[in-house]
């Protein structure tokens, strides 16, 4: 491992940012919390590092027991956030973290955490399933689902309006995974699950999802203008999106031959797209799908190549 060289005294040995930004060799991550050996009782652990200048994401990894021998790699995930937090069952564990941009990386930096099993549910957190967290979903009827915590006899299960602070919509108790909420309408929800027995509650979980059945607005095509003949060459196709009020949304532009052979079908982040078509007659257009899968179709143009 090549030596820690502080962030400060590289700037002032290099005197160039913009190299900094390209190479990220032997900078250091600072491993924040757990602290190295900690014993912790919660079955969810926030693991935190200093944010790393350029770096634009961050290695993060689990293994179970060591890195040297490992049994179980329980996380080896990309993420742009300093922070995290994750789920751990009981055990010894090691954990490390590198910054990364795209031409480069910092070494790795190691730390081990033991979790021990908790004699109360008071530092426990269910762990949820699924829906995923901050889904976009169609149906009016939502089954929630969540691992099991020992120790638990039932589960309060919530359902509110908006964020976790937000007006109760449903509760109820059950025993076991999974629960359904029924007849929801349209919008943005929170659900949370607190596990309990006979002389202690766990923490809530909260995850959000939103309920959107309506399509998007109509797309727009602006150009080529309908029935237009043009060149054989490049070809700019050009519309406006569609629009929803609850989630974000895509577009796919699709374009037949006069036989209504499909010969482009592309999902787009933007507004327009270039390409070439070869002579013929061809019609296009262009569909807005949201986040929760309801999608609007433009009218088709006819474009003549010649």
């Known amino acids: 491992m090549k030596p820690f060289i502080p962030l400060l005294a590289a700037l002032l040995l290099t005197g160039c940012t ?10 250091g991550v600072l491993l924040l919390t757990p602290q190295d050996g900690d014993t912790i009782t919660s ?3 926030t693991f935190k590092w200093e944010s790393v200048p350029y770096a634009t994401e961050y290695l993060f990894q689990v293994a179970k027991p060591d890195f040297n021998a490992p049994q179980l790699y329980l996380a080896d995930s990309v993420i742009e956030s300093s922070t995290l937090t994750f789920p751990l069952p009981p055990g010894t564990y090691a954990w490390r973290v590198r910054g990364q941009n ?24 269910p762990i949820l399933i699924a829906p995923a967290s901050n889904a976009a979903l169609r149906s009016q009827d939502i089954a929630v689902s969540w691992q099991a915590l020992g120790g638990a006899e039932d589960y309060r299960v919530e359902l509110r309006q908006g964020d976790q602070s937000g007006p109760l919509v449903q509760a109820q108790l059950v025993t076991a995974s999974p629960y359904s909420f029924t007849s929801l309408a349209e919008g943005v929800y929170t659900w949370g699950v607190q596990a309990q027995n006979s002389s202690s509650v766990s923490n809530f979980s909260y995850w959000g999802f939103t309920v959107d059945r309506t399509a998007p607005s109509v797309p727009l095509l602006t150009a080529p203008a309908a029935s237009a003949t043009v ?27 006069a036989n209504l052979v499909l010969v482009r079908q592309l999902s787009l982040t933007g507004t327009n797209y270039t390409d070439s078509l070869g002579t013929g007659v061809y019609q296009w257009s262009v569909r807005t799908t949201d986040a929760a899968g309801n999608g609007t ?4 143009r006819t474009l003549t190549v010649q």
Request: hydrophobic share 40%.
């Open 18 to 27: 913009d190299l900094l930004e390209e190479d990220l060799d032997g900078v």
């Open 43 to 45: 079955n969810v652990v």
């Open 102 to 125: 795209g031409s480069s990386h910092t070494s790795f930096y190691q730390r081990t955490v033991v979790v021990e099993a908790a004699s109360t549910l008071a530092d426990l957190f």
């Open 231 to 257: 060149p054989n060459s490049d070809i700019q196709f050009q519309w406006q999106s569609g629009t929803d009020a609850a989630t974000a949304t895509t577009d796919s532009l699709f374009v037949t031959d």
């Open 297 to 300: 179709t433009s009218a088709s």
